[in-house]
């Protein structure tokens, strides 16, 4: 094996533990992340890591306080709010364009799962399943979609809300609605209404950002989890 090919491995490996390390909140804003000290911990050297920092710092959850020493970056309701607007124009347009070029029985499936999850939420278990049946609800888009600009676009914001959603707590209200939002955006791709689709994603990304922003504002839950 190549040295080249080797520190590159070494470089996606730190890179891996790092960005679940911050989306995770155990390195938490403000973290000191030293190129020394990172790379003992992370068994890499400092070649590989310097690469990993780098490509956080492109992602913009890390930023360079000195030649040696980056931060994690902070997040706060200003961009929490700036994220959502670029997650708006995209997931409408993708919204609009999956109603068009979708596999109309799949989001009909799809549409009949999420109902199903509405009677399971309360048991820690189901809400897990329920966050795994959005990841292949927004796979499934994704796909319809086939728009690589649009899905990179996309795979940069959903960076973002890993950290957003694990800053916002679980509120069965809030979880019910979700459900629901889902249940219409994805009958409304499985008719291929691109308009019911788009306005149906509107109203649920309002909701999402309403409820992620009252929950860091008021951090009085005590659930751990964030609602999509």
């Known amino acids: 094996m190549s040295t080249t090919v080797e520190?590159?491995?070494?470089?996606?490996?730190?890179?891996?533990?790092?960005?679940?390390?911050?989306?995770?909140?155990?390195?938490?804003?403000g973290t000191v992340l030293a190129e020394v000290e990172q790379a003992a911990r992370l068994g890499v050297s400092r070649t590989p890591l310097r690469e990993a920092l780098q490509q956080l710092s492109a992602d913009g959850l890390v930023e360079q306080q000195s030649p040696r020493v980056t931060v994690v970056t902070d997040i706060d309701a200003d961009d929490i709010r700036s994220l959502f607007e670029i997650r708006r124009a995209l997931e409408e347009s993708a919204a609009r364009l999956a109603a068009e070029r979708g596999d109309a029985e799949l989001f009909a499936a799809l549409a009949g799962e999420f109902a199903a999850a509405a009677a399971s939420l309360d048991a820690t278990t189901g809400r897990d399943d329920y966050y795994a049946l959005i990841a292949r609800f927004d796979a499934a888009v994704d796909a319809a979609v086939a728009n690589d600009y649009i899905a990179a676009a996309l795979r940069t914001v959903r960076t973002h809300l890993v950290r957003v959603r694990r800053m916002a707590r679980d509120k069965p209200e809030r979880l019910a609605a979700s459900v629901a939002e889902h249940r219409l955006i994805a009958e409304a791709l499985a008719e291929r209404d691109g308009d019911l689709a788009a306005h149906a994603t509107h109203v649920h990304l309002r909701n999402a950002l309403t409820?992620?922003?009252?929950?860091?504002?008021?951090?009085?839950?005590?659930?751990n989890r964030g609602q999509s």
């Open 211 to 223: 409820s992620i922003l009252d929950s860091i504002q008021n951090p009085d839950h005590t659930s």
């Open 7 to 29: 520190r590159t491995r070494a470089s996606d490996r730190a890179y891996a533990t790092l960005l679940e390390e911050i989306q995770s909140g155990a390195l938490a804003p």
